[in-house]
């Protein structure tokens, strides 16, 4: 190899680390941003958490759901509640607001498919100390084998004046790993099939009994019949993490979560790889739009814009929060009677002037399984946000909802939306769209940014989607009430 050779070689290796930013330079803000929520929100109660964090940065209040609302809520107010930690509801209040005007609301959820510790966790076998876990959500569980897992959650604490105190812990490092069988101890049919059984194949591992003996770890004196079944050595690390005592911790709800950050990709970086996205990215994108809206368009607004992170859309949404509990109809009517909507007749008024966008992940066209998408119903990764039909009312569009998307998008002189829908012979998802409008009777429509592989740990999605569904959702709540009036 020549001089020149070797210099022009080690200048390539020296910026090879960093992907090239070709055509894509605009999209890079957003997505770190998307990356870094993405990896702040390893479960339901991260990504509510790191939601707050951004309202009340741009000036929301937390409410409490218990006190009266009439007297605290006022045109121009941004305001905020939980459940459970885990589902969150934010809300403006416009500056021109009238009782019976609309809610425009963005609705997502905070959940994905993963594994979650069991009631009762300790598990033993051939010298190894497990969890045991469950299987949440349908989850592409062969993507969990051999990954660095952390373990994150909610954990109930006792404090010294006897109260109980709901905190959140993340351990991001390889504290559990569910490895392969190796490939010599499987027959060649095992290995083509990779079956998993659920209940034997994903226990992960935590520790060696040999390392328990060696640190002389024990378990610690029980206070209750509760962390008796638990393993020691998981509440230890635990009580590490939050800087309290074993005998502290009263009870927990935790799941693990892979340690691998997101990371830009694709020769350009047009591509982000994380975990979760479906349906973090939504999230993200809701509590965005929400932030950007009432920063300029708050004054003008006749209406109320709200965002609905819903929990436990993978498992159905039949839960008190998830989208088919009483959260968002409740919301509504506490609200506009707060604000002077106070009879069955403007509440019937305000239902009728709402409207929801609910986003969840769509499925782009896989370049090696085309065959699996309807021909002429394609949806590319940055090629735009998708609208997600079905007449079998999987999805909530029709052609008024999602004629409005698409005005939306044409007033924001964005690309033309994306259409989906599922061939005839092959099974469709669903979301909280029509659960929602069946609960409300607020009109919907079924819309999402495009991904591959959902469901998986990791999955993929295209940065300039994550532009595009933002300013869908700026045009949203600039635009409806316009484009809703001129529907006759």
């Not at 390539?12 to 999209?27: C, D, F, R, V, W």
Request: charged fraction near 25%; charge should be negative.
């Amino acid at each position: 190899m020549t001089t020149r050779s070797v210099t022009a070689f080690a200048a390539a290796a020296s910026t090879s680390s960093l992907p090239p930013l070709i055509n894509m330079k605009e999209h890079i803000p957003i997505a770190k941003r998307a990356m870094e929520y993405f990896d702040k929100s390893p479960d339901p109660f991260h990504v509510v958490q790191a939601s707050t964090d951004m309202l009340e940065k741009a000036g929301f209040i937390e409410i409490d759901k218990v006190s009266p609302y009439k007297g605290l809520l006022q045109p121009g107010g941004k305001y905020f509640f939980t459940q459970n930690k885990s589902t969150l509801v934010a809300f403006s209040v416009g500056q021109k607001y009238k009782p019976g005007n609309g809610f425009k609301i963005i609705g997502a959820h905070t959940d994905t498919p993963n594994l979650k510790v069991k009631p009762r966790s300790k598990r033993k076998a051939e010298g190894c100390i497990q969890l045991g876990v469950e299987t949440y959500g349908g989850g592409l569980w062969h993507t969990w084998f051999d990954r660095d897992l952390g373990i994150s959650g909610k954990i109930l604490v006792r404090a010294a004046d006897g109260s109980i105190e709901q905190k959140l812990v993340k351990i991001n490092r390889a504290l559990c790993r569910v490895p392969t069988l190796c490939i010599h101890l499987q027959t060649a049919t095992e290995r083509e099939a990779f079956k998993i059984n659920k209940e034997d194949h994903m226990s992960p591992i935590l520790a060696l009994e040999a390392k328990n003996a060696l640190t002389g770890s024990k378990d610690k004196e029980e206070v209750d019949g509760w962390s008796a079944n638990q393993e020691p050595l998981l509440l230890q690390v635990l009580a590490d993490e939050l800087e309290i005592s074993v005998n502290d911790i009263a009870d927990f709800e935790l799941n693990l979560f892979d340690t691998q950050p997101a990371s830009l990709g694709g020769i350009h970086s047009e591509f982000i790889h994380s975990s979760r996205m479906d349906n973090h990215a939504s999230c993200f994108l809701a509590v965005e739009g929400l932030v950007h809206h009432v920063g300029v368009e708050l004054e003008e607004d006749e209406d109320i814009a709200m965002i609905t992170l819903f929990d436990h859309e993978e498992v159905g949404s039949s839960s008190a929060v998830g989208a088919g509990s009483p959260i968002m109809g409740d919301a509504v009517k506490r609200i506009s009677s707060a604000l002077g909507a106070d009879s069955e007749d403007m509440l019937g008024a305000t239902i009728h002037n709402s409207f929801v966008l609910s986003c969840d992940q769509a499925h782009a066209v896989h370049p090696n399984y085309a065959s699996k998408h309807e021909k002429f119903h394609k949806p590319k990764m940055n090629g735009g946000m998708v609208i997600k039909w079905n007449s079998n009312q999987r999805y909530a569009t029709n052609g008024v909802t999602a004629f409005i998307v698409r005005e939306v998008a044409r007033k924001m002189k964005l690309a033309e939306p994306q259409e989906f829908v599922v061939r005839n012979d092959c099974g469709c998802g669903s979301t909280i769209g029509p659960i929602i409008s069946t609960n409300t009777g607020i009109r919907a429509v079924d819309i999402g940014c495009p991904s591959l592989s959902m469901h998986s740990i990791r999955e993929t999605m295209g940065i300039a989607d994550l532009t595009n569904g933002l300013n869908i959702f700026k045009g949203f709540f600039k635009y409806f009430r316009e484009i809703d009036s001129n529907i006759k």
